[in-house]
């Protein structure tokens, strides 16, 4: 958490693939939000839990006077300003039944209080 308002930017190895709803946003100081990431209807089920897909959350201090649609890439250059940024990969997590559908999509949950973010596996949540 920090008392500064956060600018922040998801991307991902295959947009084709997923969707990130509010993939761009402004956190306010000391606030947490949700982001969703669904998975698009495939042609056929992955066969490996571990995927080469990834995503990267880009993070950078601003002003709270500056709108979300005004939010550039620009913002994100790291040449010109501190940017974090946070790697996470792709592991699919499977049902224990098979689903009835291919295009059912798999969801990202968070927990009510969400722990710092890490490098490491992001876990897709069947429903």
């Given amino acids: ?8 930017k ?8 997923y969707c990130v709803q509010q993939n761009i946003g402004i956190l306010s100081p000391q606030s947490t939000c949700d982001v969703i990431v669904r998975m ?7 066969q490996d839990r571990q995927s080469r897909d990834k995503f990267l959350i880009q993070c950078t201090a601003g002003s709270p006077a500056v709108p979300v649609k005004n939010i550039t890439s620009e913002m994100f250059n790291k040449e010109v300003h501190f940017v974090e940024e946070f790697e996470l990969g792709v592991v699919f997590d499977f049902p224990s039944q098979p689903q009835s559908s291919a295009s059912e999509s798999s969801e ?14 992001l876990n897709y949540i069947s429903q």
């Fill in 40 to 46: 698009k209807a495939q042609e056929e089920i992955p």
């Fill in 108 to 121: 990202i949950h968070s927990s009510p209080e969400p722990a710092p973010l890490q490098e490491g596996p």
């Fill in 1 to 8: 958490m920090t008392e500064n308002y956060i600018f922040f």
């Fill in 10 to 17: 998801v991307k991902t190895t295959d947009p084709n693939k």
